[in-house]
């Protein structure tokens, strides 16, 4: 029989593409649950296309615990909770810091209610690079001591983790694993789904296609005097369908009960640090287009470099990553072309 997989923020852009993962492996039957008030609910058909199967929905808010209740007295043999769903724009959570603690602690809350109340054994939690900090120590491993919150939204995922770790503490039935990802790009390599970013995206590669398109007239090189190899600041960029696949194995690993711990953590990344510039320039070669791009100024609160130690996640989850640089900016391009075609038609 496949374990159930109730799969919060199903129909956002991580968790879409595990559900595909999960239906891929045909192993699981996830649930979206999803109030689609950061997606839209044709992710599901977008899903049906790539998979051929119909993914059930609840389109609820997470924070409305007798609604999110009722879902697990409905479907009793929930064997696990993704739970993805979250705000995640860093200088949104600036100006509304409230409204991040209250969505993002709230589900979290109850999220952890129900897997007590309704005896569900097994939890991942989407954490975030971004609770390491400012890292001067690199790469990242698990052990590197979480930084001062550099933003609400950080914060929230620092106080998740913790709430996550207290619960276990209190309720040894509960297995989870945390997984901070560093910074998930790309999509299925299908073309047929994708991240829907918001008009003005904040993330670099949706800048990238967007100008690519014609969607955003330039694209700003944020700092190019940084003490990194050609001045522009490194990342950890990480293709979705590998953080996707991290989550299938994650579930196994507690499923087959190999964690040592039960609230263990692993870091997501590839490993390699990339520049802006890079990232610019492998978009270009594989895609052949020349972006309109100016280099600027900083932009305040980046951090020069950051990438991660995941030898954590290889030789635990048996996880590794498949898809290079390459991918990425193909699978992000494809993604953008299709999305176009599709508003215009
Ligand atoms: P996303 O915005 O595409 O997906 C989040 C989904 O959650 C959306 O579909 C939204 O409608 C839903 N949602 C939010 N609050 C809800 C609520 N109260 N009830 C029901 N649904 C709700 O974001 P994503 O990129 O898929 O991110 C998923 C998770 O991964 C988030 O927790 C995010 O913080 C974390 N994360 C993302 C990144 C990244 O760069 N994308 C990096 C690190 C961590
Ligand atoms: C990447 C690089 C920019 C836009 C954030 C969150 C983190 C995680 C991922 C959720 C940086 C540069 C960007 C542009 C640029 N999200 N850039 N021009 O800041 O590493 O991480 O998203 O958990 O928590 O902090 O990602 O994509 O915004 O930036 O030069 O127009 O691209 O300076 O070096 P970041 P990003």
């Known amino acids: 029989m496949k374990h159930k997989i109730l799969v919060s923020g199903g129909t956002g852009y991580i968790g879409s593409h595990t559900i595909i993962e999960l239906l891929r492996s045909g192993l699981f039957e996830p649930i979206a649950v999803d109030s689609c008030i950061r997606s839209t609910p044709e992710t599901l058909d977008r899903i049906e296309k790539v ?47 409230l409204m991040y603690y209250r969505n993002n602690l709230g589900s979290l809350e109850n999220v952890l209610d129900a897997c007590g109340k309704f005896g569900v054994r097994n939890l991942i ?20 001591p979480l930084g001062v ?19 276990a503490e209190q309720n040894p039935e509960l297995q989870s694993v945390i997984l ?19 008009d003005k995206p904040n993330n ?35 293709h979705v369908c590998d953080i996707a696949d991290a989550h299938v194995k994650a579930l196994q690993f507690l499923l087959d009960g190999k964690n040592a711990s039960n609230c263990e953590t692993f870091n997501l990344g590839s490993g390699k640090g990339v520049s802006v510039i890079e990232m610019i ?8 287009i020349k972006l309109n791009c100016v280099f600027g100024e900083r932009r305040p609160g980046d951090v020069p470099a ?40």
């Open 51 to 97: 998979t051929g199967i119909r993914v059930k929905h609840y389109k609820i808010d997470i924070c409305d615990k007798k609604s999110f209740f009722d879902i697990f007295k409905k479907e009793e043999d929930i064997a696990g909770v993704i739970h993805f769903a979250a705000f995640k724009c860093v200088p949104e959570s600036v100006a509304q810091p």
């Open 125 to 144: 939690f989407s954490s975030s690079a971004s609770v390491y900090g400012d890292v001067k120590d690199l790469p990242v491993t698990e052990n590197t």
């Open 149 to 167: 919150p550099f933003c609400p939204y950080a914060h929230t995922k620092q106080i998740g983790e913790q709430m996550i770790h207290f619960c």
């Open 180 to 198: 901070r990802y560093f910074n998930p790009v790309g999509n299925d390599m299908s073309g047929l789904i994708g991240e829907l970013s918001p």
């Open 204 to 238: 670099l590669m949706p800048i990238v296609t967007q100008v690519a398109i014609g969607k955003l007239p330039k694209l700003t090189v944020f700092g190019t005097d940084y003490d990194t190899r050609d001045g522009s600041c490194i990342r950890d960029y990480i």
């Open 281 to 288: 320039d492998a978009f270009e070669k594989v895609n052949g």
């Open 306 to 345: 950051i990438y991660s130690d995941s030898q954590r996640a290889n030789q635990l989850l048996g996880w590794r990553c498949q898809h290079d640089i390459n991918d990425m900016v193909e699978s992000a391009w494809k993604w953008e072309k299709q999305l176009n075609g599709e508003q215009r038609n």
